[in-house]
């Protein structure tokens, strides 16, 4: 009699279309992963900003006009993707603050580019708007678009 054999592997044509669909995968879930790296790093701009908020309000309450960085005492000016926080247009109520990212160890879409807080009210309201090449990018946390 003769004894019938079960398979005892996979085919060669089953190994390509497992490797197949792998790669299939990979093409779309990497570039997906970069574009939520950029933006959770670019949140971090954002999240340092917002600490600010609160000091600038205060002090503007104080002293009837905006400080200058250097004036705001225990406060954050850099992270770990944003290189410094730097205040432009002071006066009177109106004052921006800006956050730079680094130009390396950060993703390269938001690299070197800046988000900007803004308030011409002595830090009422708040507005949030990317500079550069980050205006109306997918890459802002949604607090700014």
């Not at 970069?34 to 600038?56: C, F, M, N, P, W």
């Amino acid at each position: 009699m003769r004894k019938i054999q079960k398979q005892a592997g996979f085919t060669l044509i089953e190994l390509m279309i497992v490797i197949a669909i792998i790669g299939v995968l990979a093409a779309v879930a990497i570039p997906a992963y970069q574009d939520y790296i950029a933006r959770a790093q670019a949140s971090e701009g954002v999240s340092l900003l917002a600490g600010l908020k609160t000091s600038v309000s205060e002090y503007y309450q104080d002293k009837g006009s905006m400080p200058a960085l250097a004036s705001l005492s225990g406060v954050q000016t850099s992270g770990k993707y944003v290189g410094a926080i730097t205040f432009s247009g002071s006066s009177g109520a109106t004052l921006g603050m800006v956050a730079t990212y680094t130009l390396s160890g950060v993703n390269s879409s938001i690299a070197g580019e800046a988000i900007q807080l803004l308030t011409t009210d002595g830090g009422r309201n708040w507005t949030c708007t990317g500079l550069g090449s980050l205006a109306g990018s997918a890459y802002l946390p949604g607090s700014c678009k």
